[in-house]
């Protein structure tokens, strides 16, 4: 069973900027995309960013495009997203995820492997 590790959650005031990462038990095929979601109480789990197995290939949703950035080392398998110029609307648990396949995509569904999230809070 692989385990995935979130890390960079906290507490923040509106404009700032955080990085989370996202580690692996055990190294993952290196052929896996992986991509980042976030949730918050009584709504589903939203997408957030997906990139491919090679780096080569990055998607994100319009409500963070231009602000967060996501980027892979694939040596260590470590996932990371950058949030720049972060918004009260940006607070949420943020989960990153394994996708069964090389491309990531927007549906939950497509990721077999998920973290148990890290808080994110964005203040006023």
């Known amino acids: 069973q692989v385990q995935l590790v979130e890390s960079g959650g906290g507490l923040v005031q509106a404009g700032a900027s955080l990085r989370l990462s996202c580690t692996s038990s055990r190294r993952l095929s290196s052929n896996n995309a992986m991509g980042w979601f976030r949730q918050t109480p009584g709504k589903e789990r939203e997408f957030v960013a997906h990139i491919s197995w090679n780096g080569g290939t990055t998607v994100y949703a319009d409500t963070v495009k231009g602000r967060f950035t996501i980027s892979r080392d694939r040596a260590s398998t470590t996932m990371y997203l950058q949030m720049n110029n972060l918004k009260v609307e940006d607070t949420a648990v943020y989960y990153c995820?394994?996708?069964?396949?090389?491309?990531?995509?927007?549906?939950?569904?497509?990721?077999?492997?998920w973290g148990q999230g890290t808080q994110v809070t964005v203040s006023s």
């Open positions: 995820a394994s996708a069964r396949s090389s491309y990531g995509s927007r549906e939950v569904g497509a990721y077999n492997y």
